[in-house]
Structure formats: C-alpha cells, structure tokens
C-alpha cells in the first residue's frame, strides 16, 4: 500500500490540520518555502504548488514583483486534477523569478536549505523542495525547465521527477520556456511520485503539446556514464558517485562508460532557447492589466511599459536582453537556429545512449553550496552548474533526482534519465534503489502519531 | 508605377483563432477569455475551422500550400497587443506564390497568404483611450500581393476580383476588410498602412498617386516613408511610425504545433468573374449584366446553373432580377419556380409581385396565356394617351405621366415595362413628327 492512499484512508487527531498549519508557518519564516500558506487545509493529502502555476483565486507571482497581486481567474489543469483526486491545496512554494535559477537566490527571500539553513535549497523550485523535505505527507508541482526539480530535490534530498515534455499538460503554467517548459512532482519516495504521476499525466484539450501516449516501464538492467560529464567535477562528489554506482552493479546492473559527441553543447544549445522563448514570454509584463503598474497613466505607452518592467529583477532582465538578441534576425542564424538544430542532434546521440540502458549522473556537480558561496558566483558560473541537468530537460526525457548518500549532514543525489515515454522506469529504478536506501529528513511536520 | 497590397480580412468562424470566445459581442470586453487577454498561463489551441478557411483561400487564389504549416510570434509593444506578441505565420504560412487574375486575363501574382490573429481594437477618446479585447484574437488572412498592380483600374478590378472569389468561400470581407497599400510612382516605395474598407483603399491610391505625381514634377522628389489615410480629408499624411525595418525577433510559436493542411475540407472555388465571360459569350448576353447579377449573389449563379439551356437567358436574368426583388428571405429559390417565371417572361410577360409570389408558393394553375401582343399594347397605349392628350405635350419634361401610362399598361397585360417603353416612345415620337 502506498502512503499516499494510506494517508487518505486513516482518522485525523482533531486539530490535525490547524497543528500542521501553525507549525508550517512557524518553519517558513525561517526558510522561506512559502510565498504563501492557505488559512484552511481541507481533508485529503496536502500538496504544494510552485508559484508559477495558477490556483484559481491564490495570487501567484512566479516570485516576481512585476506579478505582484495577480490572481489567476482559473486552476491549471495539474492543480484541477490534483483537487479532483482527493489532494487539498496547501501553498504556493518560493523560487526562482520565473524559474530563472539554479539556487533559488534570485528571489526577494531566498529559500534555506533545511539540513543547515546556512546552505542553498537549489532552484528554481527550491521552495517545492524544502516544502517536500520538511512537511511529512505531502506532494509538491513543481517545475522543471533546465534542471528546476532536480537541483534543489538534490540540495534539499528529496526525490523529484520531470517526466517526459508534454506528460503533464503546461495550461496554467506561467511560461519560461515553452519548449522546454515541464510540470513534475517532488515526494518524499518514488511510490508518491508514481501514484500522482498516474492522475496528472494525460493529454489536455487546453494544451496543444500535451501527449497522449502509454507510459512504460522497460529495464535493460544497463547503466550508462557519459564519461565527460563525470569528469571536472567535484572531486569528492566524483568519489562518492562512483562508490554509488558499485552499489548499483551490485543491484545486478551492467554499468557502461559512454563518451557522447556534442554534449559540450548541451549548456549553450539550452541557454539560447531558454532565453529566446523567455523574451518573448516576458514581453506581455507591460504593467497594464495586473501585477505591478506605475500609477500614472499621462506618460505615453513605450515610456509606461519601460517604467513597469523596471520590476523585473536582474536575471529576469540578464535573460530578456539576452534573449532578444540572440533572436534577432541579424544573428539568428548563428544562434537560435544553430542551437534548435543542436538540440536535435543531442536528442538522437542521447537515444543511441538510452537505446542501450539508463543513463545516470551525480545530479549536481558540486556539493550543496552555502548560500553565501553561492551569492558570489557569476551568471556564467551559475549556467554551468546545470551541466548534468541540461541535456535531459533540453532534449525532454524523462529523469529523476533522489539522494544515495549522506556527507557532513548533507545529501549527495543521484540523476536517472531514461527514454521519452520509459517515465515509469525511472520511477521504478528509483523505488528498486529505496528498497535499501532510507532518505533521511530533519522536519517530519504533520507526521501522525 | 506600381502598386502592391497587403489586405486583411477576418474569417467567418464562430470562434477566434486561438480560444473558444465568440468572434463578435456588442458589449466591450464581455467575449474575452485568459488567452485573448494574454493572461499568465494561459495557452493557445488553434481554430482549425479557421485554418480550413484559410488554406481554402490560399487554393483558391491558386497558391502553393505547403503540406504542413506553422506559426511564429511577432514581437512588439502596443497597447492593443495583450501578449507583446502576436501569433502570426512566416516561414510557414499557408499558401505562397499564387496569382489572381483580372478581367482581361492580366495575372496578378500572390507572394503570401498567411493567418494571424487580430489585436484589440482601440478606441481613442480626447483626453485617454479604451481597449475593447473583443476583437482580440480573431481569425485574420493577411494576403500579400507581388507589386504587379499598375494604375487605379487594376487596383480596383483586383479588388473586385478578390472579394467576388472571397464571398464564393464564405468569407464577406466588406465590412472588415484591411489593407496597406505599397506604391511607387519612381523607386521609392511608400507604404500607406491601415485603410479600412475598398472605397478607403481606393481613395488612398488615388490622392497618393497625384501626390507622389506633384512631388516628381516639382522635383520636390519623394522620400520612403510610412503614412496613413486620412478619411476625414481623403488625403494621406506621414505616420509617427519609424521608417526603419522593425525588428520582431521572430521565433516559432512553441505552445503551438505543426499543421497538416491535408486534413483541411477542400472547398472548390468559384471564379464568378470567369463564368460571367463564359455565359455572357454563350447566352449572348452582355457580360456587364451578367457580372452584376452572379460575381455577389451565390443564389443567382445556381439558378443560372441549374437552368442552363432550358430558357432564353435574358429571360432567365429578368427571371431572377424578378425574384430576388420579390421573394425576400428564401436564400434559395426552386429551379422549378425560377422556370416558370423564366417561361412568362419568355412569352413577352412580366410578372407581379402577386404573380411571383403566387409561384412560388405553388399556387399558379390559372397563371397560363398567352402575353399581350404589340398591337394589343399599341392599342392601350394609344388609348391612354387620348385621355391625357394635355399633359403628355410635355412629356419630356414630365416623366410622371409617362410613367404613369407605362404602369398602367404593364398592370393591364403583365407586360414587360421594357417592351411597353419601347412602344410609348415609338408612338410617340411618331405623333410628334
């Protein structure tokens, strides 16, 4: 039995909710996981939604002031299904201003880390992830572009699936990058994740990418290193996965090195079609019909536009010029249209890779940095830590971060990615692995005595 | 001197292009949804009646469509764009390099047809300004022409053309029609953008025409700029507008997929234009009537159609003028009532209101006989003109009474008023002489 369903089916103390609720909110002033906490919990499993997806009535701000008070007149459809199938929404979790992080820093109050709250929770969905690694039952929507779910799952050791693109549909979701863009799930095991996966995959008539396919679960007992991508790391992070993946041939897996050609072009393919698509999403924040808005309307309309997107934060605005360039039709050719076709072919080394086993990483490349650390890295330094979550989310496989390591009181994660449509098999790969290995956790908030 | 156009016409299709709104409401902003207001998470799903529409179009205007077609975002600020970008077509539109002709047969080549969805329209009062997202989002066809377009005739003739084989696919774009106007009377080029409506289009060329004339044989010369028409003065003026090249960082539309045309429902054009030619050489009937009676009027042509042969054809346009004038609200009459009316006139009648209607309703047993001869009408003619022998002295001056004798006549035998005038003016030039 799964403990989703164990949960539904089992009494309450009185005041359970009330309990959970006041201490939640006591945890959140100190690490930031909350952009908001609803007033009543309703009975059912209680699950989180990052803050760039619509609740119906709940403002919803992607963590951007240019979104301040904007409250959605509709539930994406994930939320919807979630209410139709017995969750009770609990809050919208912090992150990265329109997901544009890898650390959860570019956000008004950063998300902390909840083994130490001196470390980064990761990002972009870093409060869905602390939300998942403090709340005992619970399930967080969270959001994956280029490594949003698998960076802080990492820091914050949880586990967190991005299944393939167009599982889950995108209606509702306030756009980063469309094409790469992918609504996942955060839980405490991959049984969870499994049994939520199940009610929000499926096509969606609001969502012309959303796919209509069997998801399936096929296992060639393979495991496949891309072996530049092992190198120039972290070298105790490098020790401590190999150390892993003895453990896992021991589990009755052939473990193969692979070198792949273009993966050096993974990082600048992804960060061209992020930004591009990223600028002409952002385009819409002209201040005129929700958000944030200069209040004098007699200046002419470029100047009130220039005024409200003033709001953006820097990244967001790193990312709009950058962006802008980069499609224009000067330079297209060198950049927007070369990394689309760079995108096709990871895609097709990356199946030749898959079409023979799972391919597994470390899912950072450095340890869970201090946010300090952090605070002090360049936009370059920061692009370059989503190395091992970017070729997956570029190419929109199916890949799954969970800890297999605790170091100094922190945990070390794990990345499976398996073939478009193959979600389940990661899924079960990583239920195979919690078998043997118990995540650990400081908060139990809204365990049941 | 050249001229090309880019004309702007919306769809007939309940919905807009990308939402389940409605394509029209009275109210302001009560057919507005998340996604023609560009709200935040919201996501376009495309109208494929109105891509049907469209590929229909690009056929008809016998333009190559490409088996799939795409969509891309066009990015720029204004207050009537509720995304900051528009979803429009470029690298795969739905139809390129097709041609339309005129009259004569002189071709004129079509460059692009693509879709694209409207802004919302703005209402500019004195002191601010209001924005009614109701148009936002409707289905548009923009179709861009090559600049094979010559002198004022041309102009209007391709319009003619146009809208005649644009009614035959359903789409009646009098109302809504668009268009910027490219001309060059040296090689400047000059783009007039906005003009809404055909008489606007063409009062726009004719004042740019003689403007840019001055302009050359003053020497003033004439500089490449945009302006727009202003209806008030039937003249053109500069826009605020920059001249450069506008940059619209175009990228694919990625919330949006890849579209077979093929499963598109093929609608056979109708070249009215060319069929009146034919009918007009064949029935030996003026082609001008013919043109005016089918290149607007679906019900005309199938009556037409369905007659072929079987009556005199000027019968048959007399037939059909007559039952358009008096069977209002049926979209379509009876080839059997259209013969019957067709045989009366035929005979040298000209049926009633009461006598049509009477047909048409089935109820035309006692309808047979023959018409009055031409002595017969003589006879009356005369009659009449002896009792108003006095006012009829003046009778170019007095139509009335002329009238008056023609009516009378033509209640009497259900004449043709045609036949009766010819006649009248007969007998009476004959007293005159």
């Given at each position: ?13 009185d005041?359970?909710?009330e ?5 939640l909110r ?11 906490i ?14 760039n997806?619509?609740?119906?009535g ?39 201003e ?13 998300a902390?880390?909840p083994?130490?709250?001196?470390y ?6 870093s ?7 403090i709340?005992?039952?619970?399930v967080?929507?969270?959001?994956s ?8 799952a ?9 299944p ?6 995108r209606?509702?979701?306030?756009d ?14 991959a049984?969870?994740?499994k ?13 012309t ?5 069997k998801?399936?679960s096929e ?6 290193l891309?072996?530049q991508?092992?190198?120039n790391i972290d ?11 003895d ?7 052939v ?10 072009k ?6 061209i ?10 385009a ?11 209040e004098d309307?007699?200046?002419?309309y ?8 003033s ?16 499609r224009?039709?000067?330079?297209k ?8 076709k ?7 080394e990356?199946?030749?890779?898959l079409?023979?086993g ?15 650390d952090?605070?002090?890295l ?7 830590m ?25 945990p ?12 389940n ?24 005595r | 001197m ?12 309940e ?6 709104c ?9 057919a ?5 207001t ?17 590929v ?5 205007l016998?333009?190559k ?9 066009k990015v720029y ?38 879709l694209?969805?409207?802004?919302a ?5 004195d ?17 861009v ?7 004022e005739?041309?102009l209007r ?5 146009l ?11 009098d ?15 000059v ?12 009062d726009?060329a ?21 302006r727009s ?6 003249s ?7 001249e ?11 919330d949006?997929t ?12 109708v070249y009215?234009?060319?069929l ?7 029935y030996k009937?003026?082609e ?23 009556y ?14 008096y069977?209002?609200g ?9 013969g019957?009316?067709?045989?009366l006139v ?7 209101k ?9 109820k035309?047993?006692?309808?047979g006989?023959?018409?009055?001869s ?10 009449l ?10 009778y170019?001056?007095n ?6 004798i ?17 006649r009248l003016?007969?007998?009476l030039s004959s007293?005159?002489?």
């Amino acid at each position: 039995m799964n403990s989703i369903k164990e949960f539904m089916a089992c009494d309450k103390p009185d005041g359970y909710a009330e309990k959970l609720l006041s201490e939640l909110r006591k945890a959140n002033e100190r690490l930031n996981a909350f952009n908001n906490i609803t007033e009543h919990l309703a009975d059912g499993m209680p699950f989180s939604v990052k803050d760039n997806i619509c609740v119906k009535g709940v403002e919803t701000t992607a963590s951007s002031k240019i979104l301040k008070g904007y409250i959605p007149a509709f539930n994406a459809t994930a939320v919807q299904r979630m209410l139709d199938n017995g969750f009770s929404f609990l809050g919208k979790t912090n992150m990265d201003e329109f997901g544009f992080g890898s650390f959860g820093i570019n956000s008004e109050n950063p998300a902390r880390n909840p083994f130490d709250e001196s470390y980064a929770a990761g990002g972009s969905s870093s409060g869905a992830a602390v939300a998942t690694s403090i709340l005992k039952h619970h399930v967080a929507i969270a959001e994956s572009t280029g490594g949003s779910i698998s960076a802080p799952a990492a820091f914050c050791g949880v586990v967190g699936f991005t299944p393939t693109y167009g599982a889950i549909s995108r209606y509702g979701l306030i756009d980063y990058a469309n094409s790469l863009d992918k609504i996942g799930i955060m839980a405490r095991s991959a049984s969870d994740i499994k049994y939520v996966f199940g009610i929000l995959n499926g096509p969606d008539a609001k969502d012309t990418t959303s796919l209509d396919i069997k998801y399936k679960s096929e296992n060639k007992k393979s495991i496949i290193l891309i072996d530049q991508l092992i190198k120039n790391i972290d070298k105790d992070v490098e020790s401590n996965f190999m150390g892993f993946v003895d453990r896992i041939e021991g589990m009755g897996y052939v473990i193969k090195h692979r070198s792949m050609p273009f993966i050096d072009k993974a990082i600048p393919s992804y960060y061209i079609i992020a930004m591009a698509e990223a600028s002409t999403n952002l385009a819409k924040y002209t201040g005129f019909k929700y958000g944030f808005k200069n209040e004098d309307f007699t200046s002419n309309y470029n100047k009130f536009f220039t005024d409200a997107r003033s709001a953006f934060g820097t990244e967001a605005k790193r990312r709009i010029v950058l962006g802008t360039f980069v499609r224009s039709a000067s330079v297209k050719d060198r950049y927007y249209s070369q990394a689309l076709k760079l995108r096709a072919l990871l895609l097709q080394e990356l199946n030749k890779l898959l079409s023979e086993g799972f391919i597994l990483s470390p899912t950072m490349p450095i340890k869970v940095p201090k946010l300090e650390d952090v605070k002090k890295l360049s936009a370059l330094e920061n692009y370059k830590m989503d190395v091992m979550t970017i070729p997956p989310n570029l190419c929109g496989l199916p890949h799954i971060s969970f800890p297999y390591a605790y170091k100094n009181g922190m945990p070390l994660a794990a990345q499976l990615t398996t073939s478009h449509g193959n979600d389940n098999a990661a899924l079960d790969f990583v239920q195979e692995w919690e078998r043997s290995f118990k995540y650990k956790f400081k908060y139990n908030i809204g365990e049941l005595r | 001197m050249k001229i090309g156009l880019e004309v702007h016409v919306s769809l007939p299709t309940e919905s807009k292009l990308f939402c389940s709104c409605r394509t029209y409401a009275e109210e302001p902003n009560t057919a507005i949804c998340p996604v023609c207001t560009g709200m935040p998470g919201s996501k376009p799903v495309l109208n494929e009646r109105a891509l049907s529409i469209a590929v229909n179009i690009a056929r008809a205007l016998m333009c190559k469509v490409p088996t799939a077609t795409s969509f891309v975002r066009k990015v720029y600020f204004y207050p009537d764009l509720p995304k900051s970008f528009q979803i429009t077509q470029k690298d795969g539109p739905v139809g390129v390099d097709g041609k339309l002709f005129l009259e004569d047969g002189k071709e004129i080549r079509i460059r692009r047809i693509q879709l694209e969805e409207d802004p919302a329209k703005i209402l500019r009062q004195d002191d601010y300004t209001l924005i009614d997202f109701n148009r936002s989002g409707t289905p548009l066809v923009e179709i861009v022409t090559e600049p094979d377009i010559l002198n004022e005739k041309e102009l209007r003739e391709f319009m003619t053309e146009l809208k005649s084989i644009l009614y035959y696919l359903g789409v009646d774009i009098d109302r809504e029609l668009k268009a910027d106007l490219n001309i060059s009377l040296s090689d400047v080029r000059v783009e007039v953008k906005n003009i809404t409506g055909t008489k606007n289009l063409l009062d726009a060329a004719k004042y740019e025409i003689e403007r840019q004339e001055k302009a050359i044989k003053s020497k003033q010369g004439i500089i490449h700029e945009t302006r727009s028409y202003i209806e008030k003065e039937m003249s053109t003026a500069p826009s605020r507008e920059k001249e450069s090249d506008e940059e619209y960082g175009f990228i694919f539309e990625p919330d949006l997929t890849i579209y077979s045309t093929k499963r598109t429902n093929p609608v056979k054009a109708v070249y009215a234009s060319k069929l009146a030619k034919e009918y007009a050489n064949k029935y030996k009937v003026k082609e001008a009537a013919m043109r005016e009676l089918i290149l607007f009027n679906r019900d005309a042509l199938a009556l037409i159609e369905s007659s072929k042969g079987k009556y005199d054809m000027k019968a048959i346009i007399t037939a059909i003028e007559l039952l358009q004038r008096y069977v209002k609200g049926k979209s379509r009459t009876s080839s059997e009532t259209l013969g019957k009316v067709a045989s009366l006139v035929e005979k040298g009648m000209y049926p009633d209101k009461e006598t049509i209607l009477q047909i048409e309703a089935g109820k035309d047993t006692n309808l047979g006989g023959n018409a009055a001869s031409t002595a017969e009408i003589d006879k009356e003619i005369k009659q009449l003109i002896k009792e108003n022998s006095a006012l009829l002295k003046e009778y170019k001056k007095n139509t009335k009474v002329f009238n008056f004798i023609v009516g009378s006549v033509m209640k009497k035998y259900k004449a043709n008023p045609r036949l009766v005038s010819e006649r009248l003016e007969k007998i009476l030039s004959s007293f005159r002489q």
